[in-house]
């Protein structure tokens, strides 16, 4: 545990093996902590005069069991062995390591099966072997379920693995790209319990092939960019002898250069690395990175300590907004106005889709009135936005006449104070129409490119939708034609969209697509377009895919390490391009005195003769 935190007493067992190899006979198989206190820095006790205690320990108001096994650990009592790496599990990729390293290298490594070392004994060459060995199953893994390289997140995680892996196979003499050739030993150790590594295995490789080529071009230019500036600072001045950490955390974080691997050249050429400044700014950024991938619409807001209140008096509403768009009789269970007639408000039962998964929250109107009042002039209140401050309430953004909270407060209480919500239809049909068109359009990729093009993003409003997702290379204009007739085509049959509730368990079995990094309930909502699509969703969706009426791809762009954006849009504003496309066809075969389907021909012809007519320089 650390200095501070939940503590308590701790109870381990262990397995005798009953003979000392290099002085270790114990083996720990399984730990258990009792939380009984929290451990908080001491401010203001004192026990004498001479003692002080640095921390204190306060009862934990729900003492709970902390409790963990080695299943790994537990593999090798089971099967006779003396540490981790030589089950049957872990050999099978340790020898495939082994071999690799001998066939590029030349070399012939001494075997270390069923050996224990002394962590300060252990020799070089197994401690990269076992690295390698442990790095290209985790490596595998998480791409298999859907982890992609970034530069945030879980995606640095996997490119940092990547790379500690690389740096270890550049010691054993390793200098190109090889981790594929190790993907067989892992689907031989892993493949049966995690049959998403055959499915993916091409989607692995072509992974870990760019990362490892980008491996090696950023170690080569980043030790040309060291070396400039070790020139550069040695011309500027003779006795300079540091490099400073800026330089450092901009090569480690921006090429990939490890700082031992800096060292190593520093130390070369006589000079030393100022690992303090490294140390600062590396420190910082891991804390800028722990924020990433967390935060949600309602922690960004300035009011969510209203949020906070109301949770703690257990306020919750019902979402009734896939049937009602309307609710004319809503119980008002929360209020707050900050400024300007801006504020909050829940409802029960409401309406209105609350942001998630991709798809921003509803907007619409709400109408307070009291029967029995007839001074009481109604409210109206505009809702701009819905989100969800925690599980199991919506909570609206609204925005009405300023001083409106201080007309609710003489009202609050009496038992015909009455809410109107009305959801605006057109904005919402506008959103079912691009979620649906997002389904078909990943579904399109999947069937066009791949199963591995897999989703790795996507956002859904009123205007249009955005898909991100795993290609390597950017899609030609014929791909994307091929993708836009399918999905159209999906429009065209005119299928009525099915929606059920079930395990999770029997949906995945039953061929539903879950996307990686969502968190599902023991029972989900299935969206199937059958004959096209069937994914998990909770979003909101249109009856008939003819609803849709059209299908356009306005963009694509890459934003990130092989991960490309495509834009979309749908209904009126899909024919609206479609409709000025042909009317700018028709403008120019006017102007050139020709038909539509000569229009390209007769723009080469005319492209051919202005080339041939211009002058010389």
């Given at each position: 545990m650390?200095?501070?935190?939940?503590?308590?007493?701790?109870?381990?067992?262990?397995?005798?093996?009953?003979?000392?190899?290099n002085?270790?006979?114990?083996?720990?198989?399984?730990?258990l902590?009792?939380?009984?206190?929290?451990?908080?820095?001491?401010?203001?006790?004192?026990?004498?005069?001479?003692?002080?205690?640095d921390t204190?320990?306060?009862?934990?108001?729900q003492?709970?069991?902390?409790?963990?096994?080695?299943?790994?650990?537990?593999?090798?009592?089971?099967?006779?062995?003396?540490?981790?790496?030589?089950?049957?599990?872990?050999?099978?990729?340790?020898?495939?390591?082994?071999?690799?390293?001998?066939?590029?290298?030349?070399?012939?490594?001494?075997?270390?099966?069923?050996?224990?070392?002394?962590?300060?004994?252990?020799?070089?060459?197994?401690?990269a072997?076992?690295?390698?060995?442990?790095?290209?199953?985790?490596?595998?893994?998480?791409?298999?379920?859907g982890?992609?390289?970034?530069?945030?997140?879980?995606?640095?995680?996997?490119?940092k693995?990547?790379?500690?892996?690389?740096?270890?196979?550049?010691?054993?003499?390793?200098?190109?790209?090889f981790?594929?050739?190790?993907?067989?030993?892992?689907?031989?150790?892993?493949?049966?319990?995690?049959?998403?590594?055959a499915?993916?295995?091409?989607?692995?490789?072509?992974?870990?092939?760019k990362?490892?080529?980008?491996?090696?071009?950023?170690?080569?230019?980043?030790?040309k960019?060291?070396?400039q500036?070790?020139?550069?600072m040695?011309?500027?001045?003779?006795?300079?002898?540091?490099?400073p950490?800026?330089?450092?955390?901009?090569?480690?974080?921006?090429?990939?250069?490890?700082?031992?691997?800096?060292?190593?050249?520093?130390?070369?050429?006589?000079?030393?690395?100022?690992?303090?400044?490294?140390?600062?700014?590396?420190?910082?950024s891991?804390?800028?990175?722990?924020?990433?991938w967390?935060?949600?619409?309602?922690?960004?807001h300035?009011?969510?300590?209203?949020?906070?209140?109301?949770?703690?008096?257990?306020?919750?509403?019902?979402?009734?907004?896939?049937r009602?768009?309307?609710?004319?009789?809503?119980?008002?269970?929360g209020?707050?106005?900050?400024a300007?007639?801006?504020?909050?408000?829940?409802?029960?039962?409401?309406?209105?889709?609350?942001?998630?998964?991709?798809?921003?929250?509803d907007?619409?109107?709400?109408?307070?009135?009291?029967?029995?009042?007839?001074?009481?002039?109604?409210?109206?209140l505009?809702?701009?936005?819905?989100?969800?401050?925690?599980?199991?309430?919506?909570?609206?953004?609204?925005?009405?006449?300023p001083?409106w909270?201080?007309?609710?407060?003489?009202?609050?209480?009496?038992?015909?104070?009455?809410?109107?919500?009305?959801?605006d239809?057109?904005?919402?049909?506008?959103?079912?129409?691009?979620?649906?068109?997002?389904?078909?359009?990943?579904?399109?990729?999947?069937?066009?490119?791949?199963?591995?093009?897999?989703?790795?993003?996507?956002?859904?409003?009123?205007?249009?939708?955005r898909?991100?997702?795993?290609?390597?290379?950017?899609?030609?204009?014929?791909?994307?034609?091929?993708?836009?007739?399918?999905?159209n085509?999906?429009?065209?049959?005119?299928?009525?969209?099915?929606?059920?509730?079930?395990?999770?368990?029997?949906a995945i079995?039953?061929?539903?697509?879950?996307?990686?990094?969502?968190?599902?309930?023991?029972?989900?909502?299935?969206?199937?377009?059958?004959?096209?699509?069937?994914?998990?969703?909770?979003?909101?969706?249109?009856?008939?895919?003819?609803?849709?009426?059209c299908?356009?791809?306005?963009?694509q762009?890459?934003?990130?390490?092989?991960v490309?954006?495509i834009?979309?849009?749908?209904?009126?504003?899909?024919?609206e391009?479609?409709?000025?496309?042909?009317?700018?066809?028709?403008?120019?075969s006017?102007?050139?005195?020709?038909?539509?389907?000569?229009?390209?021909?007769?723009?080469?012809?005319?492209?051919?003769?202005?080339?041939?007519?211009?002058?010389?320089?």
């Amino acid at each position: 545990m650390g200095d501070v935190g939940p503590c308590g007493p701790c109870s381990e067992i262990f397995w005798d093996h009953q003979t000392e190899i290099n002085g270790e006979r114990w083996l720990e198989i399984w730990n258990l902590v009792f939380m009984s206190y929290t451990r908080v820095k001491n401010t203001n006790i004192v026990i004498s005069e001479t003692e002080t205690p640095d921390t204190i320990q306060i009862p934990l108001p729900q003492p709970c069991i902390d409790t963990g096994m080695g299943l790994e650990r537990i593999a090798s009592v089971l099967q006779g062995k003396y540490n981790n790496y030589d089950i049957d599990s872990m050999r099978v990729i340790m020898d495939a390591v082994e071999q690799l390293i001998c066939s590029h290298t030349g070399s012939t490594l001494k075997s270390h099966r069923n050996q224990v070392y002394d962590n300060v004994q252990l020799p070089a060459d197994i401690v990269a072997i076992r690295v390698l060995t442990d790095h290209i199953r985790s490596i595998s893994m998480m791409i298999s379920d859907g982890v992609m390289p970034s530069t945030t997140g879980r995606g640095y995680v996997l490119v940092k693995l990547i790379r500690r892996a690389l740096l270890y196979a550049n010691s054993l003499g390793i200098n190109d790209p090889f981790m594929s050739q190790l993907l067989p030993s892992v689907l031989e150790s892993l493949g049966e319990a995690y049959p998403q590594l055959a499915t993916k295995q091409n989607k692995i490789k072509d992974i870990l092939k760019k990362e490892e080529t980008a491996f090696f071009s950023s170690i080569n230019s980043g030790l040309k960019v060291l070396q400039q500036h070790m020139q550069a600072m040695k011309t500027k001045d003779p006795n300079a002898r540091i490099i400073p950490g800026q330089l450092l955390f901009k090569l480690y974080d921006c090429n990939g250069l490890p700082l031992e691997y800096m060292n190593i050249v520093a130390q070369q050429s006589g000079w030393s690395l100022d690992k303090e400044g490294f140390d600062a700014l590396f420190k910082a950024s891991r804390e800028n990175s722990r924020y990433t991938w967390k935060s949600s619409p309602a922690t960004n807001h300035l009011s969510s300590h209203i949020f906070q209140i109301w949770k703690e008096k257990n306020i919750y509403n019902q979402f009734s907004g896939y049937r009602n768009l309307i609710e004319d009789n809503c119980k008002l269970l929360g209020y707050y106005e900050e400024a300007e007639g801006q504020g909050w408000i829940c409802i029960t039962p409401s309406p209105y889709y609350a942001e998630s998964g991709g798809q921003v929250g509803d907007s619409g109107s709400l109408i307070i009135t009291v029967s029995s009042l007839i001074d009481f002039e109604p409210l109206l209140l505009r809702v701009e936005d819905s989100i969800n401050p925690y599980r199991g309430l919506t909570a609206l953004k609204v925005n009405g006449k300023p001083g409106w909270s201080k007309e609710v407060d003489k009202v609050i209480g009496l038992e015909d104070l009455n809410v109107q919500a009305k959801v605006d239809f057109a904005r919402r049909r506008m959103i079912e129409c691009n979620h649906t068109a997002t389904h078909l359009l990943h579904q399109a990729l999947r069937t066009t490119l791949g199963e591995q093009h897999t989703q790795q993003g996507s956002r859904v409003n009123h205007e249009d939708l955005r898909l991100d997702f795993y290609s390597s290379d950017a899609l030609t204009e014929s791909t994307l034609e091929k993708i836009e007739s399918w999905v159209n085509h999906a429009i065209t049959s005119n299928v009525p969209l099915e929606i059920t509730e079930m395990t999770y368990s029997k949906a995945i079995e039953g061929g539903a697509l879950g996307l990686f990094g969502e968190k599902y309930s023991d029972i989900v909502r299935v969206v199937s377009v059958p004959g096209f699509s069937q994914e998990l969703c909770g979003g909101c969706h249109v009856p008939l895919t003819s609803t849709l009426q059209c299908f356009k791809i306005i963009s694509q762009s890459g934003i990130g390490r092989s991960v490309r954006r495509i834009t979309a849009i749908t209904g009126n504003r899909a024919f609206e391009i479609y409709r000025d496309a042909v009317y700018t066809i028709k403008t120019l075969s006017k102007f050139l005195k020709t038909n539509p389907q000569n229009l390209v021909k007769t723009l080469e012809q005319l492209m051919d003769c202005l080339l041939y007519t211009s002058p010389s320089p």
